[in-house]
């Protein structure tokens, strides 16, 4: 069964930048469609991007376009997020989900999920 790890996630000032990594296990990522969600308390979980298995699809969500790049790493079964000119209102939990559809940005219909890491944008 696949596990999915997501790790990256810190404290950064406004303008800076992050990435995110989420690594499988148990099986190949490249089979599946990628996804990045993150959550906060007061707005719930929100798609921000996916990735199709073969990479031809990719979709965001409206407030992280031209900021926040998904991207996959074969070799080290890896999604990676990358994400930058962060803003204070991107402090959340990011987690990573992997077997759903990639049509759009990502609803919250995905299979297998990670734990998360903490995002958090401060100076």
């Known amino acids: 069964q696949l596990q999915l790890v997501e790790s990256g996630g810190g404290l950064v000032q406004p303008g800076g930048s992050l990435r995110l990594s989420c690594t499988g296990s148990?099986?190949?990522?490249?089979?599946?469609?990628v996804a990045w969600f993150r959550q906060t308390p007061g707005k719930g979980r929100e798609g921000i991007s996916c990735?199709?298995?073969?990479?031809?699809?990719?979709h965001y969500e409206d407030s992280v376009k031209g900021r926040f790049t998904i991207s996959g790493d074969k070799a080290k079964n890896t999604v990676y997020l990358d994400m930058n000119n962060l803003r204070p209102d991107d402090t959340a939990v990011y987690s990573c989900?992997?077997?759903?559809?990639?049509?759009?940005?990502?609803?919250?219909?995905?299979?297998?999920w990670g734990q998360g890491t903490q995002v958090t944008v401060s100076s």
């Open positions: 990735i199709s298995h073969n990479e031809l699809s990719i």
């Open positions: 989900a992997a077997e759903g559809l990639c049509l759009g940005p990502p609803d919250d219909e995905y299979i297998y």
């Open positions: 148990g099986s190949t990522l490249e089979y599946f469609a």
